[in-house]
């Protein structure tokens, strides 16, 4: 972690100097409808590389560039495929991610060498106008140490980057809670290489079905897709039944969906009273960064229903509970 702190702005108010830092090849951290994003120009690539040393992200792992609005896109790439300016008409602004052709303009840090880039339209106001205002296209993954928890509150970004960020806008806490789905739609059948906060269910609905592809072996062909990845600096284990609390004296915690575990443990978050997913996805995030802060030797964690958004929600705790750990 950076020692010292970056200037926080409100949202509301910041924008204008926020724009400034993007446009002088600065890093701003700001909030999307999914979670924060540590942004730059993305037509700049020593500030993109400030992205990768500010996250200590290895540099095979692609970035997702943001626009202001779905016109740019075309501006900036040229003609799409008419399944990509589909899926764009239907889901912009929003939690989709698509795959394109990477255009000229656009440095190959930002794409990890990559011929193809990801690109979407946040629905947040507040992100949509830093874009507009900074008059550049922001590559921007979220806002945290890379296979860290990620940020859908200010503070998160603040206590994990300090000040290798220049500028925080703080949006209050974000509204998905989990990241963008990820979709090549270039060929002859949508391919989801992220599963994420748009359901694989309305996808099939606008474009027929889908492949669902996510994870990665070797380079990512799309951001997010580690196996190993979102994980709390707590050790996670994910379990499929009841846990029975913690004996001899161990001090774990416990992360619900919907009723909390019987026994003693030593913290517990539940995600949705209600069994609501998409409250539950809004939580992930927030509910592990509480657990991760509360000292236990161990989290763990019970999978939600395995349908709509609760697929994402699922496939983040698989991640975190993989053998590998973050860096400290």
């Given at each position: 972690?950076?020692?010292?702190?970056?200037?926080?702005?409100?949202?509301?108010?910041?924008?204008?100097?926020?724009?400034?830092?993007?446009?002088?090849?600065?890093?701003?951290?700001?909030?999307?409808?999914?979670?924060?994003?540590l942004?730059?120009?993305?037509?700049?690539?020593?500030?993109?590389?400030?992205?990768?040393?500010a996250?200590a992200?290895?540099?095979?792992?692609p970035?997702?560039?943001?626009?202001?609005?779905?016109?740019?896109?075309?501006?900036?790439?040229?003609?799409?495929?008419?399944?990509?300016?589909a899926l764009?008409?239907?889901?912009?602004?929003?939690?989709?991610?698509?795959?394109?052709?990477?255009?000229?303009?656009?440095?190959?840090?930002?794409?990890?060498?990559?011929?193809?880039?990801?690109?979407?339209?946040?629905?947040?106001?507040?992100?949509?106008?830093l874009?507009?205002a900074?008059?550049?296209?922001?590559?921007?993954?979220?806002?945290?140490r890379?296979?860290?928890?990620?940020?859908?509150?200010?503070?998160?970004v603040?206590?994990g980057l300090?000040?290798?960020?220049?500028?925080?806008?703080?949006?209050?806490?974000?509204?998905?809670?989990?990241?963008?789905?990820?979709?090549?739609?270039?060929?002859?059948?949508?391919?989801?290489?992220?599963?994420?906060?748009?359901?694989?269910?309305?996808?099939?609905?606008?474009?027929?079905?889908?492949?669902?592809?996510?994870?990665?072996?070797?380079?990512?062909?799309?951001?997010?897709?580690?196996a190993?990845?979102?994980?709390?600096?707590?050790?996670?284990?994910?379990?499929?039944?009841?846990?029975?609390?913690a004996a001899?004296?161990?001090?774990?915690?416990?992360?619900?969906?919907?009723?909390?575990?019987a026994?003693?443990?030593?913290?517990?978050?539940?995600?949705?009273?209600?069994?609501?997913?998409?409250?539950?996805?809004?939580?992930l995030?927030?509910?592990?960064?509480?657990l991760d802060?509360?000292g236990?030797?161990?989290?763990?964690?019970?999978?939600?229903?395995?349908?709509?958004?609760?697929?994402a929600?699922?496939?983040?705790?698989?991640?975190?509970?993989?053998?590998?750990?973050?860096?400290?």
């Amino acid at each position: 972690m950076s020692t010292g702190a970056p200037r926080v702005l409100p949202a509301d108010s910041g924008i204008a100097e926020a724009a400034s830092v993007l446009r002088t090849g600065g890093l701003v951290a700001f909030p999307t409808e999914t979670v924060y994003g540590l942004g730059a120009n993305a037509l700049d690539a020593r500030a993109a590389a400030r992205i990768f040393e500010a996250k200590a992200r290895p540099s095979f792992d692609p970035l997702i560039t943001h626009l202001a609005d779905t016109a740019e896109l075309e501006k900036l790439v040229g003609p799409l495929p008419p399944a990509v300016a589909a899926l764009a008409e239907r889901f912009w602004p929003g939690p989709l991610t698509l795959i394109v052709d990477r255009p000229a303009a656009v440095p190959p840090i930002v794409t990890s060498g990559l011929d193809t880039m990801a690109v979407r339209v946040p629905d947040h106001e507040h992100a949509r106008a830093l874009i507009a205002a900074a008059g550049v296209p922001v590559a921007a993954p979220s806002a945290n140490r890379f296979g860290q928890l990620s940020p859908t509150r200010a503070e998160h970004v603040v206590r994990g980057l300090g000040a290798a960020v220049d500028v925080v806008l703080d949006g209050g806490p974000t509204r998905c809670g989990i990241e963008s789905t990820i979709v090549d739609a270039r060929g002859e059948r949508p391919v989801v290489l992220r599963l994420g906060a748009l359901p694989v269910e309305a996808l099939e609905e606008a474009a027929g079905p889908v492949t669902v592809r996510p994870g990665s072996s070797g380079q990512p062909v799309a951001p997010g897709t580690l196996a190993a990845h979102y994980a709390p600096r707590t050790l996670l284990r994910l379990v499929s039944g009841a846990e029975p609390a913690a004996a001899g004296g161990g001090r774990r915690g416990f992360l619900a969906f919907r009723d909390r575990p019987a026994g003693t443990w030593a913290a517990v978050e539940v995600l949705s009273p209600a069994g609501d997913l998409t409250e539950a996805a809004a939580r992930l995030f927030e509910a592990l960064h509480e657990l991760d802060g509360t000292g236990v030797d161990e989290i763990v964690v019970e999978p939600v229903p395995e349908v709509g958004v609760g697929r994402a929600i699922n496939d983040r705790l698989r991640r975190a509970a993989a053998t590998w750990r973050p860096a400290t």
